[in-house]
């Protein structure tokens, strides 16, 4: 959002083009901006106003792209997901600090770099001009997003780059009255787990995956608070299940991460679900695991159709719970007295050999779009509450990855097992009897 915001504010001081706009367009919908709570506290305290910031659904790019206005700057990322293919030809440079997944060539340009923050990039490239451009507002919103990304530049949290620590140092070097970094890295980590201000549906859409089976789709929801705060929220009940209704999820499984005063975590666990037979199903097998064991003990809970417990295990993240709801779902309906009378949907779709995703169409859009992120692999995972190290913020706005929207679904796992039989069947060819 900062990289964005920055370089197009650097675009518009330096465009050669006079009647042309650059504009940040923050690729989210702009309902879901209160759930970037680092963000928002950011750009708070920089005063600028969320009025003034322009999101993905408020602006019509491809309209745009067809009339021939648009030239796109794509950053903190390079790769559109497929529903974007359009705007493909439009893509003029791309500056983002992951490995690349693909190239451009000629004409877009791109800066491609492994820095900790992609904000070190555009900061890098506003510093090339020699007019002075940056202000001390562009100034802090760049350096307060490297030493967040960088995990106040500590090397130990394996971020942080060379490039990272010149930047920053050079920010401050321009901007003395900077606010020192652990200070501004302290004040956004708070930021980011400061779920007060969200409503339930919110705080359950902040951090969620989704796993789909056969018969069910289960959600795995983590939220930083306790579960007994959680759970008195008014009309808790009525919220999870508008929330499990309106994304199409048979059942919900939050996953509450408290601190106690000595800073360890501290998780609780609530299954909820309308589907009595289900939600027992998912209890039980929660309750049974045994890899790993999550020592649940059972905890009062304000309403039969959530079930409560206290989590022993406090190094059982959601990392590891999801397996367990990904093998249970495996098993849900495969036949005996344990299917529920229910239509039967598509394979699961990590384990669906062709990678596509038929699960039948009243599954609206929105329990679509969520559940392919279970799947997900790579960046994600730093973002996970699971590094007990204070999670990178996911540095992209894009919450997708190529493959997530139209078909073919694929998952990590099926293309090992398709590349797997590539490779099987290479070696076959390629063996002599057959030459
Ligand atoms: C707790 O969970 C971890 C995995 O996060 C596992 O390795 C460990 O064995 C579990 N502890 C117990 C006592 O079962």
Redesign the pocket.
Same mark, same amino acid.
């Given at each position: 959002m900062v990289s964005a915001l920055a370089l197009a504010f650097f675009f518009a001081k330096m465009s050669p083009e006079p009647r042309a706009a650059s504009i940040p367009v923050l690729n989210i919908p702009r309902s879901d901006f209160p759930l970037r709570t680092e963000s928002t506290f950011l750009l708070k305290e920089e005063r600028i106003p969320e009025s003034s910031l322009v999101f993905r659904d408020e602006i019509d790019l491809l309209a745009l792209h067809r009339s021939g206005l648009l030239s796109l700057t794509l950053v903190d990322h390079h790769v559109l997901p497929s529903r974007d293919a359009a705007l493909e030809e439009a893509v003029v440079e791309v500056i983002d600090h992951r490995p690349l997944e693909r190239e451009r060539g000629p004409p877009c340009k791109t800066t491609s770099e492994l820095v900790g923050s992609c904000a070190t990039l555009v900061t890098e490239k506003i510093f090339q001009y020699p007019v002075e451009v940056l202000d001390r507002t562009t100034a802090a919103l760049l350096h307060g997003t490297i030493v967040l990304d960088c995990v106040n530049m500590a090397p130990e949290a394996g971020k942080v780059t060379p490039k990272d620590v010149q930047f920053a140092g050079l920010l401050e070097s321009k901007f003395p009255d900077l606010a020192p970094r652990s200070v501004i890295y302290e004040a956004l980590q708070k930021a980011k787990f400061d779920v007060s201000g969200l409503t339930t549906d919110q705080m359950l859409r902040k951090d969620l995956k989704a796993v789909s089976g056969k018969e069910a789709v289960i959600a795995l929801s983590s939220v930083y608070v306790t579960l007994q705060d959680f759970l008195r929220r008014p009309a808790v009940e009525e919220d999870l299940r508008a929330f499990c209704q309106q994304r199409g999820y048979d059942a919900l499984v939050v996953m509450a991460i408290s601190f106690n005063e000595r800073n360890e975590p501290f998780r609780q666990l609530a299954v909820y679900s309308q589907q009595g037979t289900l939600r027992t199903a998912v209890c039980q097998s929660l309750e049974a695991s045994? &890899?790993?064991?999550?020592?649940l003990s059972p905890l009062e809970s304000p309403h039969p159709t959530i079930h409560a417990y206290a989590q022993? &295990?406090?190094?059982?993240?959601r $990392? $590891?719970v999801l397996p367990i709801v990904r093998d249970f779902l495996r098993d849900w309906g495969r036949g005996g007295t344990m299917q529920p009378c229910r239509k039967t949907r598509a394979e699961p779709v990590e384990a669906s050999p062709s990678g596509t995703d038929s699960r039948p169409p009243e599954r609206g859009a929105a329990g679509r779009k969520d559940a392919p992120k279970a799947q997900r692999l790579g960046d994600d995972l730093l973002g996970d509450e699971d590094a007990l190290l204070p999670p990178t913020p996911m540095n992209s706005l894009v919450d997708e990855c190529p493959l997530d929207q139209g078909l073919p679904k694929l998952s990590a796992e099926a293309v090992f097992e398709k590349f797997n039989r590539i490779a099987v069947a290479r070696s076959c060819e390629d063996s002599p009897e057959k030459k």
């Open positions: 045994s &890899n790993p064991s999550l020592h022993g &295990n406090a190094t059982a993240s $990392k $590891k």
